[in-house]
Every structure is written in structure tokens, then in C-alpha cells.
């Protein structure tokens, strides 16, 4: 099979759905943020913190997480730091982010959830002002109890024109999407889309349960789904999307190597899947790199890296209107490379 080139892939045009703000925090910046604002890290230097990233599996990656995260103090922290991964993404073939941000996180240090929403909002204005497409969705933090969930979301609703969607992360076993069960409900009734991370470490019933119980539309992660095939069926005929982190999925030890990783299988089976970065500054790369990774390990062909582009659109909460441009800058895109896939 012909070696599908690393500017293709780098380039495509492409969504990403699956990316928390928070984990494109580089160890440069964090340092630097520190430094600006006069707080004392647990690691020594940037190396020392890189040397830390040597995942055993979600929580030690999530300790880690939190604690870099602590250096986001004003809405000039969030600016830079969404501006900083702006300009990645667009280098990458990003057209379109809808973007997570973890409000717990932040509030629970004292910042303002206006603080939080400003910030990360200002650091998209230049790039949307060239027409860059993006939107937020805020997640309630599943390691804290419902309780919690519904005062952050009454803490979100006065800035209810800043977010489109609500999401739902962090420690994935041993707390089931149904925890939140009302707060979801109650995230539906205000319009809002929803999403969750399910089947990342998981078993297959928690994908069930963020479908059934929580109403949500797209799963993030979702890869243990496959163990499932009456669920596999489901999620094809229905057309489920599912936010897939290849990258992430092997430092986290979900699969020991991106070789073993199941997307491939998951096109094939007809599932709307998509590639994301999930926390680049953490797992070795953004979207680019991670496409670029699993065409040369899972053997990708262009019809198949064409899919997962034109799946990513298929999966964005936009308009029809919003969803013809960014497929069309897509055909365009083939057009130039010279490429016959259907789009």
C-alpha cells in the first residue's frame, strides 16, 4: 500500500472533538505560568516534570493533570493557553474544535468560573474572527458527587451563550454515567447537547449507560465497545459517534501499542469514528501526529483517513450550514491533492 504522506495527513482538514484545554498545557508553560504567578511546583525543572509523564493508567496520569492545571490563576492564563493550542490545531488541519474545560477543576482553587470562561473564550477571538470554527463544553468531574455537578452547573448557566454542550470525565471506573443521571436531564431540558467518556478503561455497560441514562450523543473514547458486538451493532446503525484518542489510549496503557489499537477495526465495523488528541502536552501529540501515527501503524489507506475527516464534520454540533462549509473545505482540500474519495 502506497505510504500516505505526512502533509496529508497533517494537513487534511479536520475536527477535532476531544480535546481538554487543560492538557495542552506544555511543561514549558507551566513552568512559565508558575513562575508569573508566584507558585511553587512539585517537580524541579521542565525535565524532571517530562520524566513524570510515565503513565501507569488514568489516575496517574489525572494527579498529574490536576496539579499543572494549578498554575491557571487569571483570565490571561486561559487566554494564552487556548491561544497556544489554536494555533497548533490550525497548523494541524483543525477547522473546527469543540473544545472541554473542566470548571471543577478551577473553582474549587477559587477561580471564577467568569475567570475560566473569559479566558479561554478571548484566546479563540482572533482565530474565529478568521474563521476558525469553535465551541466550548464544560465537564463535571465524575470523581466528585452529583452534588457538586449540579452547583457547577448552576454556576455555568449565567454564561449559558459561552458553552453549547456538557460533558462528563475524569476517573472513569467505578463511576458509572448513571451518577448523573439528574444533572444530565437537567443539562437536556436547558438545550444543551451532551457527551461522555465511557468504554476508555470502562467496561462496555458504561457506553450503554451515557447512551440510555444520559441521553448523550456522542461517546468519547468508547474503544471497549468492541468487546460488545450487540452494542458495536448499535452504535453503527444508530450512527454514535466516538471521539477516539489513539495516542492517548497507549500511554495510558489501554493498549500496549498503538499497533494493537482497534480504530481500524472500528472503521471497518462501520462506527462513526473520529482521531483526537485527548491531552497532547501529556501523550506525545496533537491531532497531526496522531493521524500521521495511526495511518503508518494501522496500515491506514486515503479512503480510510478521508472517513475520519469527513466523520469528525459528521460528528460536530453545528448547523447544516456550518456542516456544508467545513465538508466543502474539505472536498476542495481533495480536490487540490487530487484525491477520488467520497466526501
Known amino acids: 500500500m502506497a505510504t500516505i504522506s505526512h502533509d496529508f495527513l497533517t494537513r487534511i482538514p479536520k475536527a477535532e472533538l476531544h480535546v481538554h484545554i487543560e492538557g495542552t498545557l506544555e ?18 525543572s521542565v525535565d524532571e516534570l517530562r520524566a513524570a509523564y510515565a503513565f501507569r493508567d488514568l489516575q496517574s496520569f489525572l494527579d498529574i493533570y490536576y496539579a499543572g492545571a494549578g498554575v491557571l ?54 482565530a474565529r474572527a478568521e474563521g476558525f470554527s469553535a ?3 464544560p465537564c463535571f468531574l465524575r470523581h466528585l458527587d452529583e452534588d457538586d455537578a449540579f452547583a457547577t452547573f448552576a454556576a455555568l448557566m449565567p454564561h449559558r451563550d459561552r458553552f453549547i454542550g456538557v460533558g462528563l470525565d475524569s476517573s472513569e471506573v ?19 447537547h ?18 440510555d441514562v444520559l441521553g448523550a450523543e456522542r461517546i468519547d473514547h468508547g474503544v471497549r465497545a468492541l468487546e460488545d458486538q450487540a452494542l458495536v451493532a448499535r452504535l453503527a446503525a444508530e450512527r454514535v459517534p466516538l471521539t477516539v484518542c489513539p495516542f492517548s489510549n497507549v500511554r495510558l496503557r489501554v493498549f500496549e501499542r498503538l499497533s ?28 497531526g501526529a496522531n493521524f500521521i501515527g495511526c495511518a503508518e501503524a494501522l496500515d491506514l489507506d486515503v479512503g480510510d483517513v478521508v472517513r475520519l475527516a469527513r466523520n469528525s464534520f459528521e460528528a460536530a454540533f453545528v448547523g447544516p ?3 456544508a462549509r467545513l465538508l466543502g473545505r474539505l472536498s476542495a482540500f481533495l480536490a487540490e491533492a487530487r484525491v477520488d474519495a467520497e466526501v
Request: charged share 25%; no cysteine.
Open 27 to 44: 511543561p514549558e508553560t507551566i513552568f512559565r505560568l508558575a513562575a508569573r504567578n508566584g507558585i511553587a511546583l512539585p517537580w524541579g
Open 73 to 126: 490563576q487569571t483570565a490571561d492564563d486561559f487566554r494564552d493557553m487556548t491561544a497556544a493550542y489554536v494555533a497548533r490545531a490550525r497548523a494541524e488541519g483543525v477547522i473546527r474544535a469543540e473544545i472541554f474545560f473542566d470548571p471543577q477543576t478551577h473553582t474549587a482553587r477559587g477561580i471564577a468560573m467568569a475567570t475560566v470562561i473569559e479566558g479561554i473564550e478571548a484566546g479563540l477571538s482572533a
Open 135 to 137: 465551541d466550548l463544553i
Open 174 to 192: 467505578g463511576h458509572p454515567p448513571a451518577k448523573f443521571a439528574r444533572v444530565f436531564a437537567a443539562a437536556r431540558a436547558a438545550g444543551l
Open 194 to 211: 451532551v457527551v461522555a467518556h465511557a468504554g476508555e478503561e470502562g467496561p462496555p455497560a458504561y457506553v450503554r449507560e451515557a447512551l
Open 260 to 287: 494493537d489499537h482497534p480504530l481500524k477495526r472500528m472503521l471497518d465495523a462501520g462506527l462513526v469514528a473520529t482521531i483526537n488528541s485527548d491531552d497532547p502536552a501529556y501523550f506525545g501529540g496533537h491531532v
Open 321 to 323: 450550514e456550518e456542516r
